[in-house]
């Protein structure tokens, strides 16, 4: 049975950092990453990497956050610098097996950016 399980949500002042861990477990997955959803508004992609290290940002976060990938741990991991209130939102790890092509939610950790 597939299990995404994150870490590291909390709350931070703007300017501040965070970082968010997501160990998944029962497959091997070709793509994990992070989006993330604000109440009222669609859940939107925040980084995702390969496992072959190719990684992918949003523009709203590019050069503030980093994402990693330990596929020993099967874990992913978002760096995130510099925080602005707008990255306030309920982080969501996603996590995508090959054989057959599904897709994988975690329960989602918040992360609130104070002003």
């Known amino acids: 049975q597939v299990q995404l399980v994150e870490s590291g949500g909390g709350l931070v002042q703007a300017g501040g950092s965070l970082r968010l861990s997501c160990t998944a477990s029962?497959?091997?997955?070709?793509?994990m990453g992070w989006h993330r959803q604000v109440p009222g508004k669609q859940r939107e992609l925040v980084a995702t990497i390969t496992n072959g290290g190719s990684t992918d940002y949003s523009d709203s976060v590019k050069g503030r956050f980093t994402i990693s990938r330990d596929n020993a741990k099967n874990t992913v991991y978002l760096q995130m610098y510099s925080l602005e209130p707008e990255d306030t939102a309920v982080y969501y790890c996603n996590a995508v097996r090959a054989f057959p092509r599904t897709a994988y939610w975690g329960r989602g950790t918040q992360v609130t950016v104070s002003s």
């Open positions: 029962g497959s091997i997955f070709i793509v």
